[in-house]
């Protein structure tokens, strides 16, 4: 006979984030949910502690709850939207406005808030006080190391920002194969930005011309030295050689996107068409989801680059 054994966690009766981890520096969503009351005690506060770096950190208003987010001075003031922030939100609390409104033991719901997160990365844990009718639960237990809160009591919530492993995205068509695509992201009041990738033609072929349904204006663009200056310019098209891989890499051959309709955020995808010729005349087209962050390989051009066409 065979005997199952079934491993429970006890992770869903913590109070979790419903989206663990998140890539630094990005708009992050979450929810601290609470699967329990306090010794069978419904609950009638949650206060959410806000680490320091997580900016402009803003509580989602919960029906039956009264919201409050409580601002203090930083240690370390930020410049946002070009203006230095000395004071951010540090503290959120979704009070239950009456008893009727309270969370029951025995059932659980989730409390939503948004915010920017740092740029560093690795494992953050924010501390949530959860009061009830009768008790509290103070969950703010960190593990000495690591991740795992086996053992704890009452840990604190877990995000873990880490970096995206993979930030370029390949398409394999029967002409041409793209690779190593992605798009800058912007920062703020950016309105152009450069997409970049190594496209290899398996015949003769020309990319004629590029269209995003995020940019106003897109345009193949090269740099060149032009009197000791770096200068960037539109090119009608761009010669893809049998066989040869052709980059379009920072300080050299580039997607421009212009005009854009909406800041490219680290981590949106930006859908891309490009127009090919193979070497009959005949027309193609590919299209790209570029994932908008700097992949690790990506290294700045040094110095001038000298093409020859
Ligand atoms: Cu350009």
Redesign the pocket.
């Known amino acids: 006979m065979m005997i199952s054994v079934m491993f429970t966690t006890l992770a869903h009766s913590h109070a979790v984030l419903t989206e663990s981890s998140a890539t630094p520096g990005s708009h992050y969503k979450g929810a601290v949910r609470i699967g329990h009351g306090c010794n069978g005690s419904a609950t009638t506060v949650i206060k959410v502690f806000i680490p320091a770096g997580f900016e402009g950190t803003k509580p989602q208003p919960k029906s039956g709850w009264t919201v409050n987010a409580k601002k203090s001075i930083l240690a370390e003031p930020y410049v946002s939207h070009g203006k230095t922030i000395t004071e951010d939100v540090v503290e959120l609390e979704w009070k239950a406005s009456s008893k009727e409104t309270a969370l029951p033991d025995g059932t659980f719901d989730e409390f939503s808030f948004m915010t920017k997160l740092p740029e560093k990365t690795g494992a953050t844990w924010l501390r949530v006080l959860q009061t009830c009718e009768k008790g509290q639960n103070d969950w703010a237990e960190i593990p000495a190391t690591g991740l795992s809160t086996k053992g704890l009591k009452m840990p604190a919530a877990l995000l873990n920002i880490k970096a995206e492993s993979v930030s370029t995205t390949t398409v394999s068509h029967s002409n041409v194969i793209i690779s190593d695509s992605w798009v800058r992201p912007t920062v703020k009041g950016q309105r152009?930005t450069?997409a970049f990738m190594k496209i290899t033609a398996k015949e003769n072929s020309k990319l004629l011309s590029v269209s995003s349904p995020a940019a106003g204006v897109a345009?193949i663009?090269?740099?060149k030295m032009e009197k000791d200056v770096m200068k960037?310019?539109?090119i009608p098209s761009l010669d893809l050689p049998a066989g040869k891989a052709v980059e379009l890499k920072p300080g050299s051959y580039?997607?421009?996107l212009m005009d854009l309709k909406a800041p490219v955020e680290k981590g949106v995808k930006v859908p891309l068409t490009l127009k090919f010729q193979d070497a009959k005349g005949g027309n193609f087209q590919v299209e790209v989801q570029l994932n908008a962050a700097i992949p690790s390989v990506a290294q700045p051009s040094s110095g001038a680059q000298h093409h020859h066409h």
Do not use: K, L
């Open positions: 152009a450069g345009e663009h090269e740099m960037m310019a539109a580039h997607v421009m």
